[in-house]
Every structure is written in structure tokens, then in C-alpha cells.
């Protein structure tokens, strides 16, 4: 079991950066035998991938709308994952959510992961 919470959303304008911040809770199975995964959701459209990062933390997987802007990382010792958010434009806008997945496998499904945080609000305002 993997409980997640996001935080760090919230109201920005254009070009503006945030640190997005997910902690997750597990019993039975260590964080480190979890990839993490960023997913988000704007208004009227289906949940896409955003970052992925395997459990070691040593690869991570990037969608083509927000390579070299968004950068994911992990912290094992402190059970999070953290999305720093660069440079964004208002089609950034999305609830951002994080998700946790087995660690031989990698998908930018949505439907391919079990365990959800509530996900964190992020507004850019143009």
C-alpha cells in the first residue's frame, strides 16, 4: 500500500517556476521499490504523462511538451518526489497529480498504476 499527498500548486504567471512536492507513506514495501510517476490533468481533457523516474533515481523519462523545463527527482531517504517546474506557460495549467508504480516497470499509462495522490492545482495566469 502507497499513500501520496502533493503540494506546492498554485497561482502563477508565465515564466514563473514551482517545486512541486509529493510524499508518500508505504507499509509492506519500501519507497525505493517504486517508480514515480507525474501525471496531469487540465480542464475538459484526458490525464497525460508528464515525468517519470525510475526507483533508483537513476533515469528519468520526460514528455516532449515539457523537456528542458520540468526536471523530477527523488529523495529515498525522505519517501518524495519532487517536480521542479520551469518556465511556465498557461497550457501548463493542470492538476498535477503523482503516482506510484512497480519498479520493473515503466508506463506513461494512466491506467498501468494503482496508487493516486489527490493531486496539487497549478494556474498560470499569461
Known amino acids: 500500500q502507497v499513500q501520496l499527498v502533493e503540494s506546492g500548486g498554485g497561482l502563477v504567471q508565465t515564466g514563473d517556476s514551482l517545486r512541486l512536492s509529493c510524499a508518500a507513506t508505504?507499509?509492506?514495501?519500501?519507497?525505493?521499490?517504486?517508480?514515480m510517476v507525474w501525471f496531469r490533468q487540465a480542464p475538459g481533457k484526458e490525464r497525460e504523462f508528464v515525468a517519470h523516474?525510475?526507483?533508483?533515481?537513476?533515469?528519468?523519462n520526460y514528455a516532449d511538451s515539457v523537456k528542458g523545463r520540468f526536471i523530477i527527482s527523488r529523495d529515498n531517504a525522505n519517501n518524495t518526489v519532487d517536480l521542479q517546474v520551469n518556465s511556465l506557460k498557461p497550457e501548463d495549467t493542470a492538476v498535477y497529480s503523482c503516482?506510484?508504480?512497480?519498479?520493473?516497470?515503466?508506463?506513461?499509462?494512466?491506467?498501468?498504476?494503482?496508487?493516486w495522490g489527490q493531486g496539487t492545482q497549478v494556474t498560470v495566469s499569461s
Open positions: 503516482a506510484a508504480g512497480p519498479a520493473w516497470e515503466f508506463s506513461t499509462t494512466p491506467d498501468r498504476y494503482k496508487y
Open positions: 508505504t507499509s509492506g514495501r519500501s519507497f525505493s521499490t517504486y517508480n
Open positions: 523516474i525510475r526507483w533508483s533515481g537513476g533515469s528519468t
